[in-house]
């Protein structure tokens, strides 16, 4: 997928004239119902999500030294740009062996970034239910992961006003105003819950300006 079209397609016009909602879809404007709306922001908020501290930031501006922080500072494996099978299976791994997936949702960005990492789990949950892919991993971090079996987070970071004012008194993501963004990660969700995979959804903040270091 393109990220950018993702965003374009993301958009979402309410006519108040009509009371018609509709999106744009490959530069065609479709409509759409407003319970199909509703039934999305009730599946999306049935989702298990967990805004506990432990992971706000306000000391680093780019992801990578955010990352390092929180694999130091939890006892992590620091994943982030290790590649495997051709793939970055995560960003972090706790002894709990939950693969953590990060990604900052820079103030002004569209949600093409946190859509990229969704899809990116997706990718390592169909890798890591390899057993044989178990031994490289067993090579590499020094521990065993003998018959284990992979949890699979999220952990997406908001600017903290953005935060406090879509996120903070719900603490999940019904609020966020992309149709795209809400398909994918109940898809995201589905596709765990098919293959029997414990799943999360971590939704933190950080204090400053942080760059979306994509690289």
């Not at 079209?5 to 309410?14: A, G, H, M």
């Not at 996120?167 to 098919?194: D, V």
Request: aromatic content about 14%; overall charge positive; charged content about 30%.
């Amino acid at each position: 997928f393109n990220i950018n079209l993702l965003d374009i397609f993301s958009y979402i016009f309410y006519d108040q004239n009509e009371k018609k909602y509709f999106l744009l879809i490959n530069g065609r404007w479709v409509e759409f119902k407003e319970n199909f709306l509703i039934s999305v922001n009730e599946a999306v908020d049935n989702i298990n999500y967990n805004t506990i501290k432990d992971y706000n930031v306000n000391n680093y501006s780019v992801e990578k030294e955010y990352n390092k922080r929180v694999a130091s500072e939890n006892n992590m494996e620091l994943l982030d740009r290790e590649i495997l099978k051709k793939i970055e299976i995560g960003d972090l791994l706790n002894n709990e062996n939950e693969l953590i997936h990060v990604k900052c949702k820079a103030k002004k960005a569209k949600y093409g970034e946190l859509i990229y990492a969704i899809q990116q789990s997706m990718l390592s949950a169909n890798i890591v239910i390899d057993k044989n892919y178990h031994t490289e991993l067993e090579e590499k971090y020094k521990r065993s992961f003998k018959n284990v079996k992979f949890s699979q987070s999220l952990l997406f970071l908001f600017e903290k006003n953005y935060f406090i004012k879509n996120i903070e008194k719900t603490g999940n993501l019904s609020k966020i105003n992309s149709i795209i963004f809400k398909l994918t990660l109940l898809s995201w969700h589905n596709f765990m819950k098919e293959k029997d995979i414990v799943n999360k959804v971590y939704l933190q903040y950080y204090d400053k300006k942080i760059k979306n270091d994509n690289l």
